[in-house]
């Protein structure tokens, strides 16, 4: 080894050290997150369709008041188990605007199965003014968007299921300014988001979190399962081509003493 590179080496080291120093030593509210098993994780994981559903219904009946999911359409539902009828129904509850028509304006009409989800706010502007400034994001990326966002590589799941479940008082020497509130998860523990989730007659805090941060994966992951058959197909073939290979091996070289 030159002497060059022994110095770079040094160097290095001691440049990742005093990095993992700061990360360390900077007690400003650090983000929590508490990690849980998903179905999708591994080699072998994949989505319940009934727990999709059911995060399904949690984004239109809360999260699509504030949020929208602009990447989805849908006949995307479809994916999760709803009838092509269903799907109709679900996108027949909005009125989007189309057009221009032959007289040259714009039109509303009941929304069709490869309409986009319909955002709630026309702009970024009416956005904004709906929510104390603060600007609601899109969803359809979010679980991907977090994911490993924090020092420990969490998982996007992971974060959206934290997020929603914890809300806290804040802590007796922080004053939170009017219309904002404390959540140990977000970065800062600062949110211009109300709690969107609580205990239910139906289910319990924790159970609607999963089931969201799972439709939201899900969102973001379409083609999850997908891939993980292909790996699968793949390694099948792998492990085929090989006893063949052996085989053929075995074969050429039986008459060579
Ligand atoms: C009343 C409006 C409102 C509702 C309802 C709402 N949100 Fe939010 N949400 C916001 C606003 C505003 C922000 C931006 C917060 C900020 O930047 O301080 C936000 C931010 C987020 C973020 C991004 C956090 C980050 O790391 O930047 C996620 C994820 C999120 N919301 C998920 C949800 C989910 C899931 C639901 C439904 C269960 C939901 N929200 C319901 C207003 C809302």
């Known amino acids: 080894m030159s002497k060059r590179r022994i110095v770079l080496g040094i160097v ?5 050290l005093a990095a993992l120093g700061i990360v360390a030593a900077n007690p400003v509210h650090h983000a929590e997150v508490h990690t849980q098993s998903w179905s999708f994780n591994g080699f072998f994981g994949s989505f319940d369709q009934a727990q999709l559903k059911r995060g399904h219904v949690i984004y239109k009946d809360v999260c699509s008041g504030c949020h929208s999911m602009g990447l989805l359409a849908y006949r995307d539902l479809q994916d999760i188990g709803y009838t092509e009828d269903e799907v ?3 996108a027949a509850e909005v009125q989007v605007e189309d057009g221009p028509n032959d007289a040259g304006e714009m039109f509303e009409r009941p929304g069709r199965p490869s ?3 319909k955002a709630p706010f026309p702009n970024e502007q009416a956005a904004r003014a709906g929510n104390n400034g603060a600007l609601p994001p899109d969803l359809s990326l979010m679980a991907k ?3 490993g966002a924090g020092f420990l590589g969490y998982d996007g799941a992971d974060y959206i299921f934290s997020l929603m479940t914890m809300y806290k008082d804040p802590p007796a020497d ?3 300014p009017e219309g904002m509130h404390y959540n140990e998860a977000f970065k800062g523990h ?3 988001m109300p709690p969107p989730l609580s205990d239910s007659e139906e289910a319990p805090l924790d159970q ?6 799972v439709f ?3 969102a973001a992951e379409g083609n999850l399962e997908e891939r993980h058959r292909t790996g699968v197909k793949a390694i099948l073939f792998l492990v085929v081509f090989t006893l063949l290979a052996y085989a053929t091996k075995r074969k050429v070289w039986a008459n060579v003493h």
């Not at 290095?12 to 990742?16: D, E, K, L, M, R």
């Not at 609607?208 to 941060?213: E, V």
């Open 12 to 16: 290095t080291a001691i440049a990742g």
């Open 88 to 90: 109709k129904a679900f």
């Open 115 to 117: 309409d986009r989800f």
């Open 145 to 147: 968007a977090r994911a």
């Open 174 to 176: 922080v004053t939170i």
């Open 190 to 192: 600062q949110i211009a």
């Open 208 to 213: 609607q979190a999963q089931d969201i941060a």
């Open 216 to 218: 939201l994966t899900w």
